[in-house]
């Protein structure tokens, strides 16, 4: 019986299409995110060598890297985005790209500061390079047409699970924090107020609108048991797709709050992309093609 229910929950079949198309996207926002913070990529070449303190993969490293060489390693990584994206020699450039991508986000974490932000996306791109995640939407593949089979479905739930552990991993980490002292809502309160004071002191942007709403004491009680709630009760987004919508769409306003009130903007899920394992994402690249062929007619 047992044994029936994991197999129903994590080797559901799935059409090629569905894995296929959370690659497109996946790559496409990846793709978007390298350009646009290129510059903050490479201008890690360029930091005082003293300040390069190795995490994760990059420990393999004595000391920093020439800048030439965070330079190029930034630049070959977006190349190699386009053909993941496009399924075009993928057994050379999927894994290519996901390694290349593993270590420039790592690498960014090596001066400092610890970002979590990409994790889940860097994880996504690595079970996407390792799948069989071009047998359809790619430019040099043969599309198969044998119907849905497990070989699509077990990789989107890995993604999917993956996307609800990150969130439950952030519940727990704020109970080791403060407790339950976190439902309250002081705690919250009071990081949105130092978190706009201090971007206001170093002259960065700011969330006007939390800066407001701090006043308001009665608010935070309920926005401090929403988030937890939310992160903490992850796992139902995986019990099936009416109670993933719910999540996801919850989730997605948790993060434009925090946008709206910190000024912290969560790219990755506010995209959606983070929550695209969880549907059917083959509708949503057939309805965007179907509008861009409009569009070019």
Known sequence: MTERIID?????????????????????????FLIVRSVNLASYGR?????????GVATILDSA???AVVVGLVI????????????????????LFALLLLWTVTYRQCWGM???????????????????STDAYAL?????????????GWPLKLMATLVVISYVVAGIAKLKVTGWEWMDGEVLRVQIAYDNVRKIELNAIHAPLGAWLVQF???????????????????????????AWIWAVAVWGFHLGVLLLMAIFFA??????????????????????????????
């Open 8 to 32: 129903r929950l994590w080797f559901a079949p799935a059409p090629a299409e569905r894995l296929a198309a959370v690659r497109v996207f996946v790559g496409a926002f990846t793709l978007l």
């Open 268 to 297: 990755y899920p506010l995209s959606f992309c983070a929550f695209a394992p969880l549907f059917k994402a083959e509708h949503a690249y057939e309805a965007v093609r179907s509008r861009w062929a409009q569009w070019r007619a």
């Open 47 to 55: 930091l005082p060598a003293h300040r390069f303190d190795p995490v």
């Open 217 to 243: 004491g009665w608010l935070f009680p309920i926005l401090g048991f929403a988030s937890l709630i939310l992160e903490l009760g992850a796992p139902m987004a995986l019990l099936g797709r009416r109670l």
């Open 76 to 95: 070959a990584t977006i190349l190699t985005a386009i053909p993941f994206m496009l399924g075009w020699k993928f057994k050379i450039f999927g894994p």
């Open 114 to 132: 610890i970002f979590h932000t990409e994790n889940v996306m860097v994880l996504h791109v690595m079970i996407l390079a390792m799948t069989a």
């Open 65 to 67: 890297l020439p800048n």
């Open 140 to 152: 040099d593949e043969k599309a198969r047409d044998d119907g849905p089979h497990l070989r699509y």
